[in-house]
Nanobody, 120 residues
Framework: QVQLAESGGGLVQAGGSLRLACAVS????????MGWFRQAPGKERELLAT????????YYAESVKGRFTISRDNAKNMVYLQMNSLKADDTAVYYC?????????????WGQGTQVTVSS
């Protein structure tokens, strides 16, 4: 089973930056597309960014395009999310996940997530 461990969240002022990291425990990490999601209080979990298995193709939701950058290191089984120009609306718990194209409702296993709080 794939285990996911997110880290790097914290409290930051609006306009600031954070870099999230996700450690993925699986022998087949390099075969998975990966993605970052977030869930704000009272809102549904949403997909923010994806990266294909090789790192050669990425996707971003409109809400984060131009501000967030997803990357991966297949040698280290790590996925990253560089977040710049943070806004108060970015406050949420952030999660990474394999095969992010799956319907969110079908995903049963999530990591603990990492809390990002942006103060305005």
């Amino acid at each position: 089973q794939v285990q996911l461990a997110e880290s790097g969240g914290g409290l930051v002022q609006a306009g600031g930056s954070l870099r999230l990291a996700c450690a993925v425990s699986t022998r087949t990490f390099s075969s998975y597309d990966m993605g970052w999601f977030r869930q704000a209080p009272g809102k549904e979990r949403e997909l923010l960014a994806t990266i294909n298995w090789s790192g050669g193709s990425t996707y971003y939701a409109e809400s984060v395009k131009g501000r967030f950058t997803i990357s991966r290191d297949n040698a280290k089984n790590m996925v990253y999310l560089q977040m710049n120009s943070l806004k108060a609306d970015d406050t949420a718990v952030y999660y990474c996940q394999r095969d992010p194209s799956r319907p969110i409702t079908s995903i049963r296993r999530w990591g603990q997530g990492t809390q990002v709080t942006v103060s305005s």
